[in-house]
């Protein structure tokens, strides 16, 4: 854009020819200060397009000169107010554009006998109407600058590992702006619903420093990111994104971006356990994720310069509270089971319940992520449990799971995590989205379209709902997301967490065999030390020597049937039918009941050696064996789930 644009030159020609030599100075000083104003902001850094730049000092300083023109060739020889006719224009209109506007313009060159003039009124007018028009339009032609680092990472914003930690190093501590940003720019959603840069600038900033008020490890900025950036992918890669309409893409988004603001750092059975005005407000029930979504939308509402979704319909609201409400970890297994239910049934499925599954699972899926991202995920989600087992210790509370420094199980831990939550979650999303996208693919293949057509909410009003099958991007360094039938692999996706879900599996076993030599190691070592250093007789010696051979041998029985089970698991895993899923798990819960019944001296006989972590160990066992029944194990008793639910309560 080497020439002025030609609508700022058709301004100036129409000024020339329209602005009398009696035109109002102020009006002149008024337009070279809104044109000044876009200058300093380039200044500032806030913009960096140059061409931009170059036009705005080019009409500034046109208008700079009429000014100076006109300013020398003022007159006051006709009253054109008397050419306008009385039928044509009300006298009441007339007087209220003279009094108004001059008043606001301040005309302080006018003689006092001087009367104001409807024609140059008029025309000033237009010309603050045109000027007003172009700051809003080049505002947002402006957008949001990107350093050159950002510019690079983002390159890979469509990749399954993308790094966010990456990201937040190149953008300054600001990953969440950039990402919340680029997206929205790159699905064309803040030209499609007039969403004003700075009122979203303002916004995603804003939400920043919610997310940054307790300094947690975790459920930080750098976290909203993240789960944004995977709510894109997955929505892209396993083409779903043809399923939604442009509202609910915006939903999801922005659901993403507000899932976890001004989290506290803490669980919300803590809330729960201490009574924190949060839980008391929300009646212990989804306390956390009712204010993550409550304060969200509270920011919006207190401030309309940030105000994002004044354009937007008033349903968008409800899909986005479920969807946040839906990432309480205490609906996981309702929510897998209700989907699972869905995918069995002949009908569409419920876009809500479709899309609440999405974000959990972007929520949840660091560990089907590479292992390095997802090691530093982990370390960062402990450090945030512990910091709650101090506060608890602090309180004189119970430590909760994962919570202790000094016992909790890392390797442990995750390789429950992965094997009873995460994994099955992504299976059943890959199942969902290849009911939903392949007949979406046939129609498009019987159509011979290039694109999917895409549908709207069900039974929600939507709008037109009408998409571009190529959205272009509105950053540098960014390319277009192509939506075509060609570009879905979502059996592709579902190799590729599959196989990092895999080694993630694999190098957690191989930790947490390390973790247990080094632990045996080093209570050998105690042990040893001990016994130096401890009094008593030969006698009391012996006694203990024999209590330790006892606990020894209980924890070869308990590595036995850990083995057991194991072994049981990775069978079912292999079955074919619901109905030989159902006997094997009924015949290997009644034997886990026996052993639990045989096992009774053993815990009493650890307990009584005082080893209490290998008793919490014993229990934690126990509660994972409940949730591979609860969650594998295909039942026609409702009842009895919710007893394994209750039971696994209880362990916890």
């Known amino acids: 854009m080497e020439s002025p644009t030609k609508e700022i030159e058709d ?35 806030e913009a960096s397009v140059v061409d931009l730049k170059k036009n705005l000092e080019y009409a500034a300083s046109v208008l700079e000169s009429v000014y100076i023109e006109e300013t020398r060739r003022l007159v006051d020889t006709e009253d054109e107010l008397s050419d306008i006719q009385s039928d044509s224009v009300p006298s009441e209109v007339r007087d209220w554009l003279a009094s108004t506007f001059t008043r606001q313009m301040g005309l302080m060159l006018r003689r006092t006998e001087e009367k104001p003039r409807f024609r140059s009124i008029v025309h000033a007018v237009q010309a603050g109407i045109f000027v007003e028009r172009m700051y809003r339009r080049t505002s947002n032609m402006v957008g949001l600058s990107y350093p050159p680092s950002v510019i690079t ?14 990201l937040n190093d190149a953008s300054g501590d600001h990953a969440l702006k950039f990402i919340f940003y680029e997206l929205l720019t790159r699905y064309d959603l803040i030209n499609r619903f007039k969403i004003p840069i700075s009122a979203l600038v303002s916004f995603v900033e804003a939400l920043e420093v919610g997310y940054s008020k307790h300094k947690n490890p975790y459920h930080n900025l750098m976290h909203a990111a993240d789960v944004t ?7 892209l890669k396993t083409g779903m994104v043809n399923w939604l309409t442009e509202l609910e893409i915006f939903a999801m988004i922005f659901a993403a971006a507000v899932h976890d603001y001004e989290h506290t750092g803490t669980t919300n059975n803590f809330h729960i356990q201490t009574r924190s005005g949060t839980a008391i407000l929300y009646n212990d029930r989804a306390v956390l994720e009712n204010h993550h979504v409550s304060a969200a939308y509270r920011l919006l509402q207190d401030d309309d310069e940030m105000n994002i979704l004044l354009n937007l319909e008033f349903w968008l609201r409800a899909l986005v509270v479920e969807m946040v409400l839906a990432t309480d970890m205490s609906c996981h297994f309702q929510q897998i089971k209700a989907m699972k239910n869905f995918l069995q049934q002949p009908e569409a499925i419920l876009k809500p319940k479709a899309l609440s599954l999405i974000l959990h699972t972007a929520d949840i899926s660091h560990p089907a992520k590479n292992w390095d991202l ?3 995920w982990t370390t960062s989600l402990l450090e945030e449990f512990f910091r709650q087992g101090d506060k608890e210790a602090e309180l004189g509370l119970p430590f909760s799971p994962l919570c202790d420094r000094k016992s909790t199980m890392v390797a442990q831990s995750q390789i429950g995590f992965i094997d009873f939550i995460v994994e099955p979650t992504f299976t059943v999303l890959s199942d969902m989205t290849e009911k939903i996208v392949t007949p979406l693919i046939d129609e498009a293949s019987r159509s011979g379209l290039a694109g999917f057509r895409r549908s709207s909410l069900n039974s929600i009003p939507v709008g037109d709902g009408k998409r571009s099958s190529v959205i272009s991007t509105g950053s540098e360094g960014s390319g277009t997301l192509n939506c075509s039938p060609g570009t879905i692999d979502y059996k592709g996706f579902k190799a590729t967490w599959n196989e990092e879900v895999h080694q993630n599996r694999e190098k957690w076993k191989t930790q947490a065999a390390k973790d247990l030599e080094e632990k045996t190691k080093r209570e050998i070592e105690e042990k040893a ?43 079912n895993h292999q079955l074919q039918t619901p109905t030989d899923m159902l006997s094997i798990y009924n015949t290997w819960f009644k034997e886990v009941v026996n052993s639990i019944n045989l096992k009774c001296q053993v815990v009493i006989r650890i307990w009584w050696t005082q080893s209490l ?7 934690s066992w126990c509660s994972q064996t409940v949730v591979a029944i609860a969650s594998e194990m295909v039942l026609e008793d409702d009842v009895f789930a919710e007893s394994l639910a209750a039971l696994l309560m209880i362990l916890l």
Not at 13 to 22: H, V
Request: proline share 2%; aromatic share 10%; hydrophobic share 30%.
């Open 11 to 45: 301004f100036e020609s129409n000024s020339l020819k329209f602005l009398q030599p009696d035109q109002i100075e102020k009006i002149w000083l008024r337009l070279r200060g809104l044109l000044r104003c876009l200058v300093k902001q380039l200044e500032r850094g």
């Open 153 to 166: 990472v983002l390159k890979h914003v469509d990749m399954w590992s993308f790094d966010v930690f990456a």
């Open 229 to 235: 950036q995977t709510v894109h992918y997955l929505l």
């Open 374 to 376: 997802h090691h530093r």
């Open 529 to 571: 030390l001990q016994e130096e250093t401890e009094p008593g007789t030969t006698e009391e010696k012996e006694e203990k020597k024999e209590r330790d051979e006892e606990g020894t041998q209980a924890e070869g029985e308990k590595k036995e049937m850990v083995e057991e089970v194991s072994t049981s698991t990775e069978k």
């Open 613 to 619: 972590s290998q008793f919490v160990w014993w229990s």
